[in-house]
């Protein structure tokens, strides 16, 4: 070992450097570096998108739709790094006829028991390994195995409506586990592997400079050192003979570049689902009561006194917006409670009526007819105006809405809103408007008007909820234009019921 270390030392003072990398090797690791680095960066602040760390991130790069783009143009760049790299490996093997480098041997076994000697104290000679080490292999090839699957899920999330033609739709919720999954490997093998063997193990700088001493090759390619001081490290092949392998190379493997980069095109250009952001959706307020300055209406005094009855001033502008054929009882409940719960509720039953249940609501006779608003007292009496508990024209609008679409109680499902112009279209628009339009008609579904949605294809099929492209690509998750878990019920219902 001691003589190793002299050397070592005389090598470094005459500068003895051996050309490890070309420039070309330089700069596609260069690239590799740049897109791996900010693949990783971009990938896992949106796997982890509710860290604060990542929102700063995001937020530091514009936006998460300017995240999402940049991420994927650091994919495209690696795919095409990595025609470049298969063509520069062809060369090498075909044309020059050079060993196979990076190929696992027999040798390799060898060189990691004694590596394990060498760890365990019973072995103090370098371990001689050729061109690229056991662990470079490894790296090497947990690269190259990395790369096809997070290309091969890429795909899948980059492009789900047609992922979902050709193969179930769980395939993609598995190619985003499967993305995220090796992402974090690839990172942590990156960190711990690779960090270790070049930066802490020992600095190796060839990949920057392009050379490498003499000392750093008997300790960690002696096998290597060994063939290029016999000349069996270069070309295994004459000049005439690479002139005329060259020649059927290069066109051949021009046409199979073409062929890459024109799918790598058809890649990232045949949808834009993963690219398209849909715009947050208006917070509106659905029922918004008085402040107290402008609530009146004295108590009353006696043997049986009723307490304060508020009155709310009907003649201020409302803010509610009714979503047609969605109201249930868990939205109109508070706001009868709050207007009327004073006298009609179950301790206090004015008139035998009890508005603070579903169940005292519907159960008093008249009071709410089920799909009929018009003839229902609870309406007709609010609507002739002056009432003690006085519903503002927004809470009135509301409670009609509810009877008119079936007076669903808590978790129910409206009976009008089982149609398309009771509610699902509504939604469907609202959702999918912004790729599925008659002006866009992303993919071919134009889901505009119901006669549309039925007209593309097998987008909506009524009768057939799994046979419905609409619920598979929902049901996949990671659609930018995402159903709500109850409107995904609600549409499925529709379906099922023939979607009327």
């Known amino acids: 070992m001691s003589d190793v270390l002299e050397r070592a030392a005389v090598d470094v003072e005459l500068d003895d450097r051996i050309l490890r990398f070309g420039k070309a090797d330089r700069i596609e690791h260069a690239v590799q570096v740049i897109s791996f680095a900010g693949l990783g960066l971009t990938g896992l602040i949106q796997k982890f998108f509710e860290s604060a760390i990542s929102q700063w991130w995001i937020e530091f790069l514009g936006g998460l739709p300017q995240v999402r783009v940049i991420h994927r143009w650091l994919a495209t760049i690696l795919m095409l790094a990595v025609i470049w790299h298969f063509g520069k490996a062809g060369y090498r093997t075909y044309v020059e006829r050079r060993p196979r480098a990076m190929v696992p041997s027999k040798r390799d076994w060898i060189a990691i028991k004694e590596s394990i000697a060498v760890l365990a104290g019973r072995r103090h000679e370098p371990v001689k390994q050729g061109r690229f080490t056991f662990a470079e292999k490894v790296e090497y090839w947990s690269f190259v195995w990395g790369t096809v699957l997070m290309i091969a899920t890429g795909y899948m999330l980059w492009n789900p409506i047609s992922t979902a033609k050709f193969l179930p739709g769980d395939f993609i919720p598995a190619a985003k586990a499967a993305h995220g999954g090796e992402a974090i490997l690839a990172v942590l093998a990156i960190l711990v592997w690779h960090i270790y063997h070049v930066h802490i ?28 001081e016999a000349g069996k490290t270069g070309p295994q092949a004459t000049q005439a003979e690479i002139v005329e ?51 009146s209406g004295p108590a009353l005094s006696g043997d049986n006194p009723l307490p304060t009855i508020v009155i709310p001033d009907t003649t201020l502008p409302t803010e509610t917006t009714v979503p047609q054929g969605e109201v249930t009882w868990a939205t109109v409940g508070p706001v009868l409670a709050d207007s009327c719960g004073t006298c009609h509720s179950a301790s206090n039953s004015m008139g035998g009526l009890d508005l603070s249940s579903y169940e005292g609501a519907l159960g008093s006779e008249g009071v709410v007819v089920t799909g009929d608003a018009a003839a229902s007292s609870l309406v007709t009496v609010q609507e002739a105006g002056g009432h003690p508990g006085q519903l503002s024209a927004g809470d009135l609008a509301l409670v009609t809405a509810w009877i008119d679409s079936g007076a669903a109680g808590d978790g129910e499902t409206p009976t009008a809103a089982l149609s398309w112009d009771g509610g699902v279209g509504a939604t469907v628009t609202l959702r999918c408007g912004a790729c599925h339009s008659d002006t866009v008609a992303l993919g071919g579904v134009d889901l505009s008007s119901l006669s549309n949605a039925l007209a593309s294809g097998d987008a909506i099929v009524p009768g057939d909820v799994d046979g419905s492209m609409l619920i598979t690509v929902q049901e996949a998750g990671d659609h930018p234009g995402a159903f709500t878990t109850d409107e995904l019920a609600t549409i499925k219902e529709w379906i099922g019921a023939g979607a009327p």
Request: charged residues 25%; aromatic residues 12%; without cysteine.
């Open 201 to 228: 193990k020992h600095f190796n700088k060839s990949i920057f400079t392009g050379y490498i001493s003499r000392a750093e090759m008997i300790e960690e390619h002696g096998l290597e050192l060994e063939a290029m």
């Open 245 to 295: 392998r060259r020649r059927k190379f290069l066109p051949a493997f021009g046409v199979v570049a073409v062929l890459m980069m024109a799918g790598i095109y058809w890649f990232v250009s045949f949808e834009d689902t993963s690219i398209a952001t849909i715009e947050p959706i208006e917070n509106v307020v659905a029922y918004k009561p008085l402040p107290p300055e402008q609530q």
